[in-house]
């Protein structure tokens, strides 16, 4: 059943199994597969079934000056979340990834890699991708070196609020509550035991939930935001007791490397190319994890209220040949250019953070700031890659590189943009001294509050955060269905 929150007066009778706030990828899947061995689920829906702005608006914070970012802009608060406008691109994490390893001062996945992708058949399935050989090379890639490898991925269509509204409304185990916001988690007198959910609309009315168990479900940003605006009961808020949530925030790095120039008798017809990094590099240059995409500009592009005129500009520098001369009015790119992204792994790193600010939002909860860090391994670890790709397309005969001076100049400060893939601020670890939740993504120090998604990667490897997360989601459904 689907509930309007704003315009239904639910009378709570303590008659659900799990209460879950947010439905987007995870939060569905959970309430699917929950509902799927009998047990009764409330979901809660932040936003209607439709984008709002009013629903928008609660996601705006502010961001310090170290490196932009758009709170606001990355996501999406309405059903299906963030999948509602997700490329769709999808791979799992690699058996190196779940390596023991320290990374500035913490360590690495507390769970291994065979038990991950034991998850890996259910993940692909919810996303509809084929069984079997699901990962192909992407098309026309090619490269001999012990550091890089052709890149593999498959690509899902599927908008969650799209593929499942359906089988939510029709399905009598789940009450999926649209306009349903999750403004307080309230505690017995134990402080380890959640008593109930506190949910509001925007009319300002209040009801309280009741289950056995809880989960938050709500991304990487609004799950450390609930937990430290939850401190009525415990100051530094629930599940913070050693100052971890909202720590070790992480993005893939989308960096410009440079350009480059291709040799047509190796790349054919091909316009793009895409590598990933082995372990071996990864572990010989102390490295991350990185997707490294060669792509000549086929079309020139501009946005916001000077369009036309930056594209004008555009065109015209390229004819007359002196765009790399005005790059320093504004950066554009000529067609048949060569341009290098990345989408590169950011190693976990406490000072990478969300605080609370003073600011509210219209729930009466105080907003976050996002103080995005890198940390010296990325730095490295972005220089090291960056120079040794260049080294292996020319030596593989591919072209020739001409890499960004803020590579090649350690005096300069490395340009990145995200790529919209919070992960990482309730972190999965052994002990509560490394991270917020256990590796059954409990919330330690409770007894019942669970978490899911991408929050809880110890690491975010160089892959989508939606398959992994898909994983870990099925994962923790296991382990609630077996305890209860």
């Known amino acids: 059943m689907i509930i309007d929150f704003n315009n239904d007066s639910h009378k709570n009778t303590n008659e659900y199994d799990y209460c879950i706030s947010g439905a987007g990828a995870a939060g569905i899947a959970l309430a699917l597969r929950l509902a799927e061995s009998g047990k009764r689920v409330a979901l809660f829906e932040g936003g209607d079934r439709e984008y709002s702005q009013v629903s928008q608006d609660i996601y705006k914070g502010k961001v310090t000056e170290q490196n932009p970012y758009w709170l606001d802009l990355y996501r999406l608060r309405f059903l299906g979340g963030t999948t509602n406008h997700w490329a769709g691109r999808c791979r799992p994490f690699v058996e190196y990834d779940f390596e023991e390893k320290q990374i500035n001062d913490l360590p690495g996945w507390p769970i291994s890699f065979e038990e991950m992708n034991r998850f890996l058949p259910q993940a692909k399935s919810i996303l ?3 069984e079997i050989d699901t990962f192909k090379i992407v098309e026309n ?3 001999e070196s012990e550091y890089f490898e052709p890149d593999v991925s498959a690509s899902s269509s599927i908008r969650f609020r799209d593929r499942f509204s359906e089988e939510l409304e029709r399905h009598s185990n789940v009450d999926l509550y649209l306009n349903a916001n999750l403004v307080d988690i309230q505690l017995e007198e134990d402080l380890s035991t959640i008593k109930h959910f506190v949910i509001q609309n925007y009319n300002q009315k209040k009801q309280s939930f009741t289950a056995p168990h809880y989960i938050i479900a709500m991304g990487a940003i609004e799950n450390a935001r609930i937990l430290l605006n939850c401190d009525s009961q415990i100051s530094s808020g629930i599940g913070n007791q050693t ?3 909202g720590k070790c925030f992480m993005e893939h790095l989308n960096i410009r490397l440079g350009e480059f120039v291709s040799n047509k008798a190796s790349w054919g017809e091909s316009q793009s190319m895409q590598f990933m990094t082995t372990p071996k590099l990864a572990k010989e240059m102390n490295t991350g994890l ?5 792509g000549t500009v086929r079309q020139i592009k501009a946005y916001g209220r000077t369009a036309e005129i930056k594209a004008l500009f555009n065109k015209l520098s390229c004819q007359l040949g002196v765009s790399e ?7 554009h790119d000529c067609i048949g250019e060569g341009v290098i992204s990345t989408l590169c792994e950011q190693f976990p790193f406490k000072d990478s953070k969300l605080a609370l600010i003073d600011e509210k939002d219209s729930f009466g909860l105080r907003r976050v700031e996002l103080d ?3 940390s010296q391994n990325d730095i490295d670890s972005i220089r090291n890659m960056s120079i040794a790709i260049a080294e292996e397309f020319a030596e593989n005969n591919l072209g020739r590189v001409k890499l960004s001076s803020f590579i090649t100049d350690s005096s300069q400060k490395i340009e990145i943009s995200g790529h919209a893939h919070q992960m990482g601020t309730t972190r999965m670890s052994a002990s509560e001294e490394f991270g917020v939740v256990d590796v059954n993504c409990k919330v330690h120090q409770t007894n019942n509050l669970y978490i899911a998604g991408s929050s809880v990667f110890s690491t975010g490897g160089a892959v989508n955060p939606t398959m992994p997360l898909l994983q870990l989601t099925y994962r923790l459904a296991e382990h609630l269905t077996s305890i209860s």
């Open 325 to 331: 001369h005005l790059q320093f009015l504004y950066e």
């Open 141 to 143: 890639t090619h490269i």
């Open 243 to 245: 100052n971890m949530v």
């Open 290 to 294: 990185s997707n490294i995409t060669f």
């Open 372 to 374: 995005w860090h890198l």
């Open 128 to 130: 509809e991708l084929e």
